[in-house]
């Protein structure tokens, strides 16, 4: 158990659907993040909110929606989906302005478009 | 942040310790090397990190050569249980957000 909690942990939807993953850490952490891991892939970062503000979006396309609404819980809303976009998504906090900075990942989401 | 090099696989057996290597030659001198693990179809889990000297903790030590040009991740006694995909990062520690950069890491195998 990490302290950081992803729901669900296996999804499947169409190209023309709309869902959303969600995010929540127990840990008093003040950055969230979200990550791609697509098969034989490295991990790739998403998006960073620090402060629950968006400090990076790595050239993510629009189908990919993502939220925070307070400093625990983040969101990642999906829609219009391609098949490429199946990976296993991660949700990852740390507590920032730190001598550590160190990460702490939840167990993922298997995202399965059909 | 600096490009790290690993072995793409290893293999330990059980009971004997795990030396995984890594090369950072274009380090910089605020950058800091962590070590994250993952086993197959979790999320990743911090293993340990250091700037310059060597560090030790619960889980792994850490050796960092005096250039800190490479570093080595030594698990005493290995189980089969950390058979996983180990990563090393280099990053700037301190007082930016996290950002990982990931590569491919090294499979390590442990195997009875």
């Known amino acids: 158990e990490t302290g950081v909690t992803q729901t669900p942990r296996h999804l499947v939807m169409g190209m023309t659907n709309k869902k959303s993953l969600k995010c929540e850490q127990h840990?008093?952490?003040?950055?969230m993040y979200w990550y791609k891991q697509s098969a034989k892939k490295p991990l790739e970062l998403m998006f960073v909110?620090?402060?629950?503000?968006?400090?990076e979006n790595n050239s993510v396309p629009s189908r990919f929606s993502p939220e925070c609404p307070n400093s625990s819980h983040l969101f990642l809303h999906l829609h219009t989906l391609q098949p490429e976009d199946s990976a296993l998504y991660l949700c990852?906090?740390?507590?920032?302005?730190?001598?550590?900075?160190?990460?702490?990942f939840g167990a993922g989401t298997r995202l399965s478009v059909l | 942040d600096a490009k790290t090099t690993q072995p793409p696989s290893m293999d330990c057996a059980e009971g004997r310790a795990a030396n995984l290597p890594c090369n950072h030659s274009?380090?910089?001198?605020?950058?800091?090397v962590y070590w994250y693990r993952q086993i197959h179809s979790q999320g990743p889990q911090y293993i340990i990190h250091?700037?310059?000297n060597n560090e030790t903790n619960e889980m792994a030590s850490l050796i960092i050569t005096e250039d800190r040009k490479s570093s080595t991740l030594i698990l005493p006694h290995a189980t089969l249980r950390v058979t996983a995909v180990y990563y090393c990062?280099?990053?700037?520690?301190?007082?930016?957000?996290?950002?990982?950069?990931f590569g491919q890491g090294t499979i390590l195998t442990v195997h009875p």
């Open positions: 274009t380090i910089s001198g605020n950058e800091y």
């Open positions: 990062i280099v990053r700037t520690g301190g007082t930016s957000y996290g950002k990982l950069t």
């Open positions: 909110y620090s402060l629950e503000e968006r400090v």
């Open positions: 990852a906090s740390s507590q920032e302005i730190s001598t550590k900075n160190i990460q702490y």
């Open positions: 250091g700037l310059k």
């Open positions: 840990l008093g952490h003040n950055a």
